[in-house]
């Protein structure tokens, strides 16, 4: 993988922290003006399209998705166990039973395959 340049660490760092505008990001890493005139969001817009930017994007995202999870995960309990609606409760339950591997199954048409034989006998 292509090393980062400190801007470009920054742009992305910003952005997965923050979860500002592009724009908000770019200015925070230090983006001006770029070549040509164009402003700090163009050149930091075509940085976020490279390649190498986009997989330390991705990487900071499934970080920073990880450490939330314990977090999302004790904010559906608390909803379990102290939400006024009976519906908020009831859809917490239903997203830990999912999460837990206990998801009903999904209902819709089955098609099962196999041999089908009829013999009618009229004599």
Same mark, same amino acid.
Request: proline share 3%; glycine share 10%; no cysteine.
């Given at each position: 993988?292509?090393?980062?340049?400190?801007?470009?660490?920054?742009?992305?760092?910003?952005?997965?922290?923050?979860?500002?505008? !592009?724009?908000?990001?770019?200015?925070?890493?230090?983006?001006?003006?770029?070549?040509?005139?164009?402003?700090?969001?163009?050149?930091?817009?075509?940085?976020?399209?490279?390649?190498?930017?986009?997989?330390?994007?991705?990487?900071?995202?499934?970080?920073?998705?990880?450490?939330?999870?314990?977090?999302?995960?004790?904010?559906?309990?608390?909803?379990?166990?102290?939400?006024?609606?009976?519906?908020?409760?009831?859809?917490?339950?239903? =997203?830990?039973?999912?999460?837990?591997?206990?998801?009903?199954?999904?209902?819709? !048409?089955?098609?099962?395959?196999? =041999?089908?034989? !009829?013999?009618?006998?009229?004599?």
């Amino acid at each position: 993988m292509t090393d980062l340049t400190d801007k470009q660490k920054a742009l992305v760092d910003t952005l997965v922290a923050d979860g500002g505008t !592009i724009k908000d990001a770019a200015l925070t890493a230090g983006y001006s003006q770029g070549h040509g005139g164009e402003s700090g969001r163009v050149v930091a817009s075509k940085t976020l399209r490279l390649p190498h930017v986009q997989e330390y994007m991705r990487q900071q995202m499934m970080m920073s998705f990880g450490m939330a999870s314990p977090k999302a995960f004790n904010r559906i309990v608390h909803l379990l166990d102290h939400a006024n609606s009976e519906h908020v409760q009831l859809e917490a339950s239903k =997203e830990i039973l999912n999460r837990g591997g206990f998801a009903p199954p999904k209902s819709g !048409i089955s098609l099962h395959t196999g =041999e089908v034989s !009829i013999n009618i006998d009229l004599g």
